[in-house]
């Protein structure tokens, strides 16, 4: 019995209950999913690990990422990620598990790795008749990964879809960089998929060690800056600081490559968090996610819409994403923020319970228990919802939980008396004012905190009434928007 690559083979500790259901939320059998035209599908299992270094690990599962993302940029393919990977490599009938997943081709094979040579060796599969389409055996010196990566997704791309289009062939460039640098960031990107706090800090340990060896190699400034925009999702008292250094980094990733798909998403979706709603950060966004198709260029465009007016294209793009990534605990926790954001608590929770699923965490698990007692109220259950505000002392959810039961001079009591406290947050003092019909004071506020994620705030209900108000209209235009 083979024993497969441990980030990219071993099960994952699922709930029976998540996998037990299609990536849909519906019971099995999962009917196949498709928009538009038919697109043949492939799946890469790659890849057996054959190395005498424990380390060697890290670098395939890096090298998998790549090899997916370079395929990613053939239109005419429909590739799938390394988590549907992960989905069928653990069944028992992978050709079987595959099929039901729509996928036409599987990719599975061996890594030898040593210290002086990279040697893949494999085959592409048609899943619906077992058989061999293409076999696979690409070497080259470890000091040539990247144009590893390049031939293997080369040679999938042209056994399927034959020969490639001008535009295609582009992503089949093999970039000139110092071998370390590749391994360095084959490694961070393997390590930050795993979305954990210490995770993280190891991979941008490496992205610095990365730029370090070559401080002009735009995709090392891209890691770092991906590296700080989600450390700050584990240290949220210093979210601007974190969002700062991203933002350098993003910025400098772009400035040394004008073309880099990846910098254009990162600094968009930076840019979004920092209120700026300008047609250029849209336009950024979207020329990202257009150079570069992926979950993640797509996670970014849904948030630069999702603050503003465009929040159901946003979702839209959200659920995709959850759908073509039903394994990853990054794009469920992603997902949970905007829907969480959108006020569509029962989606923001159970994106959570999924996320939850493959990876533990204490700040999610205190999230899901908040979104469970809005997603109360969003059922119509207002008392219970009250209820649980009152346990916990939400009172946001207290205060909106006896707006719906119509006990207006409670409500209104209860803001009076958060008010009072110098210890709520601008954008929560902005609201309740809002509510206490003082929208004046209240625009106020936002005007001189401008907290990040303005453009989410300012989608609040209790704004709904004053979106012809001169003040909010004040801030939309500062923010980009109107213009």
Known sequence: MRQALPLLFVALAIR???????????????????????????????????????????????????????LSGVTRLDVRSRWVSRRIAVDADPMRSAQALGVDYVVDGVLEVDSV??????????????????????ERRRAELEGLQVAVAQEIAAAVVGRLLPAERARFAVRHVDPRVTELLLSARALRQQYTEAAIRQALVLARQAIAVDSVYAPAWVELANCHVLLRDFEPDSENVFLDRGLLG??????????????????????????DLSPRTEALARRGAAGEPGVESGIALARVLSFTDRVDEGLAIIREATRRDSLSPLVWAGAATRFQGARQFAEAANALECALA???????????????????????????????????RDWPLVYESLRCLRRTDEADSIIDGQLALSTVSPRNRAIYLA?????????AVLDRAFPNGLGVTLQHPAFVPYRHHPAYLALRRRMGLDR
Do not use: Y
């Not at 990279?118 to 696979?136: E, K, Q």
């Not at 400098?252 to 990162?266: G, H, Q």
């Not at 509510?435 to 625009?443: G, I, T, V, Y």
């Open 358 to 392: 493959l990876r533990p965490s204490a700040k999610d698990s205190l999230a899901l228990q908040g979104v469970r007692r809005w997603a109360s109220m969003e059922a119509g259950d207002c008392a219970g919802s009250l209820v649980d505000g009152q346990a916990t």
């Open 16 to 70: 029976p209950a998540l996998a037990q259901q299609c990536p849909d939320g519906s019971p099995p059998p999962c009917a196949v999913q498709r928009l538009g035209p038919h697109l043949p599908s492939v799946v890469v299992l790659f890849m057996e690990l054959r190395s005498q270094n424990a380390a060697d690990s890290l670098l395939a599962e890096g090298l998998t990422l790549e090899i997916v993302n370079t």
């Open 435 to 443: 509510w206490r019909n003082k929208p004046d004071s209240a625009f």
């Open 250 to 275: 993003a910025e400098r990733a772009l400035a040394l490559d004008s073309s880099d798909a990846a910098a254009m998403s990162r600094l968009a979706s930076i840019r979004a968090m920092r209120n």
């Open 117 to 138: 040579r990279v040697l893949a060796r494999g085959a592409l599969v048609r899943t619906s008749t077992g058989r061999v389409v293409r076999p696979l055996r690409i």
